[in-house]
């Protein structure tokens, strides 16, 4: 069906504006592309109710296409060339009929092409453009190698003991471990998921389906579904790895590996846990190279980056750090030590892992079973004539309590919390009971901080934005209506068609200076506490993302799902 007819018949439908039709159609005649993915892109009508208004009109029906597993037979039947050509799926096979899901059903040369190169009969089925990428992403974009691998697993008839069953054969189990198919699949997991830059892999057990997936800044993502017949011995192969019992099925493990490529050392941390259908596995990959402990390529605003480090180099007091998991704290913390790690001082850290081994830091690995908790740590560092401390995190009342006399005789104490913003934090430790005196003496500062995604540079493209839209998130009038310009991630090979590539950091950084102790002292909530900041030049989380967005380095989306608007 032409753009204008389809245009035509959304607007006596009232689901977008004779505006937006317009406007579309100029997007078109302009950039090319589909035209209800311009639609859709442009805001104007919502993804789902565009696919139900196009089915009832083409009389074809339309496919959730995330919601739907599809046979890796099938996805064979259709060459990664034309899927990427003209963004299709091949989704099921009934006989000599091949469903394909597309984003334009009535792109006749996309289905003769697919009928010459497949000899199938198609039949197509709607799909959002959305869900066909990260389908594509999902089913064509692993490396050639895992896909021969699996293949030959399946070709090979390799008898592998249940999982299922009552009792371990441990005998037979490490024979199998040692199989030549277990070990190339494993190590090929391993590799391709440095390669990849990956920070954590998932191995995950259901009852009919067995799959890997690897977690991509911030994102999951599944890469592969070995057989089924191979489940057990794989995770075997991994605890082996790990130094883990494998005759041990019911109880949560957890374990190291140590990697050795052509390039570089790598460590992962295993984590075993007992679900209902087998053991899930999650390795943390612990690459040294891929960690930035250079403050300056963080992400910081200026003014932000020289507040922190004044407050990192100070002869004593404490500087906190918070958010939620994941949101790159331990990295900011190593990027603190590393840049005051000289000669002449004395650095102790209590963390739980130890992630990093840092030269010329002492550090110590918690371990609770023994009593060996933040706690305890602490006590002992002070009697180890330390110059800095760093807490992995403050938990309770007796750790906090400690930091704080550590900062108040003339320690540096840098440690972690879990609250939303950086004045929440001040309340926080008031709640675990800490005096607001001791509060307003002891802490330096305290920096809030999240992870959004970068713009891929190879794909990004301009994203108009309605002022009013950008006004609602916080830009103000005059760099609403400004020639500022706002992108989004189009998505390419370079980026997995993500549209994003690597992360980068928002900072919320809170001096606690004289004005800001008074109002500590006075017993001020944080509401007052943070309009004080803002007052005193504090940039909020959401400020610091909306540079990032002036700055063409993430996107709106990005920013308005990681941050509150002040």
């Not at 895992?146 to 008839?157: A, G, P, R, S, V």
């Not at 994941?326 to 002449?344: C, H, M, P, R, V």
């Amino acid at each position: 069906m032409a753009p204008e007819k389809i245009g035509k018949l959304l607007v006596q439908a009232k689901l977008i504006t004779e505006e937006n039709f317009q406007k579309a159609l100029m997007t078109l005649k302009k950039d090319g592309g589909n035209f209800t993915s311009i639609l859709v892109k442009m805001g104007a009508v919502e993804d789902m109710k565009l696919l139900q208004f196009l089915s009832t009109q083409l009389r074809i029906p339309y496919l959730d296409i995330l919601k739907t597993e599809i046979d890796p037979a099938v996805v064979k039947l259709v060459p990664s060339e034309l899927v990427q050509k003209y963004k299709v799926i091949p989704v099921k096979r009934a006989g000599s009929l091949l469903h394909i899901a597309m984003i334009d059903p009535s792109n006749i040369f996309a289905i003769d092409d697919i009928k010459f190169m497949t000899g199938y009969d198609v039949s197509p089925v709607l799909a959002s453009e959305s869900g066909i990428l990260t389908a594509m992403t999902k089913y064509y974009n692993s490396s050639q190698q895992i896909q021969t691998m699996l293949q030959n697993i399946e070709d090979e008839e390799v008898d592998i003991l249940s999982s299922e069953e009552e009792e371990v054969d441990v005998g037979k189990l490490t024979a199998e471990v040692e199989d030549a198919p277990v070990v190339k699949l494993v190590n090929i997991i391993l590799v391709e998921a440095i390669k990849k830059g990956v920070s954590d892999i998932h191995i995950e057990c259901y009852e009919k389906r067995f799959r890997v997936r690897y977690r991509l800044d911030g994102s999951l993502m599944e890469v592969m579904a070995p057989p089924m017949k191979m489940k057990a011995a794989l995770i075997s192969r991994i605890k082996i790895m790990a130094n883990l019992d494998i005759s041990e099925r019911r109880l949560p493990q957890d374990g190291r590996i140590k990697l050795k490529t052509t390039e570089k050392e790598v460590d992962f941390r295993v984590s075993v846990l007992p679900c209902l259908f087998g053991e899930k596995i999650v390795m943390r990959i612990l690459d040294k190279g891929n960690l930035n402990v250079d403050l300056t390529k963080l992400g910081f605003e200026p003014r932000s980056m020289e507040q922190f480090m004044k407050a990192v180099s100070s002869p004593w007091g404490m500087v906190l750090v918070t958010g939620p998991t994941g949101s790159g704290k331990t990295t900011t913390l190593y990027s603190a030590l590393n840049y005051i790690n000289t000669i002449d001082m004395n650095i102790m850290t209590a963390e739980d892992p130890v992630e990093y081994n840092l030269e010329g830091i002492n550090q110590v690995q918690m371990k609770e079973d023994i009593g060996l908790n933040f706690a305890a740590a602490l006590r002992s560092f002070l009697r180890q004539d330390p110059d800095v401390v760093m807490v992995g995190e403050i938990r309770d009342f007796e750790t906090a309590e400690i930091a704080v006399k550590a900062a108040l005789t003339g320690h540096l104490v840098l440690s972690t919390l879990h609250t939303n913003d950086a004045p929440g934090t001040i309340n926080r430790l008031l709640n675990m009971g800490i005096e607001p005196f001791m509060v307003a003496s002891s802490c330096v500062l305290i920096l809030a901080q999240r992870l959004v995604r970068r713009l891929c540079p190879q794909c990004k493209e301009v994203e108009k934005i309605p002022p009013e839209t950008l006004m609602s998130i916080g830009f103000s009038k005059e760099d609403a209506h400004s020639p500022m310009v706002t992108y989004k991630g189009k998505g390419c090979p370079t980026c997995n068609n993500n549209g994003y590539k690597g992360r980068l950091g928002l900072y919320e950084v809170l001096p606690i200076g004289e004005e800001i102790k008074a109002l500590i002292l006075e017993g001020a909530n944080a509401t007052e506490i943070k309009k004080k900041a803002i007052a005193l030049g504090m940039k909020t989380l959401r400020m610091s993302g909306l540079e990032k967005i002036k700055g063409g380095l993430t996107s709106v989306g990005e920013v308005t799902e990681s941050t509150f608007s002040d």
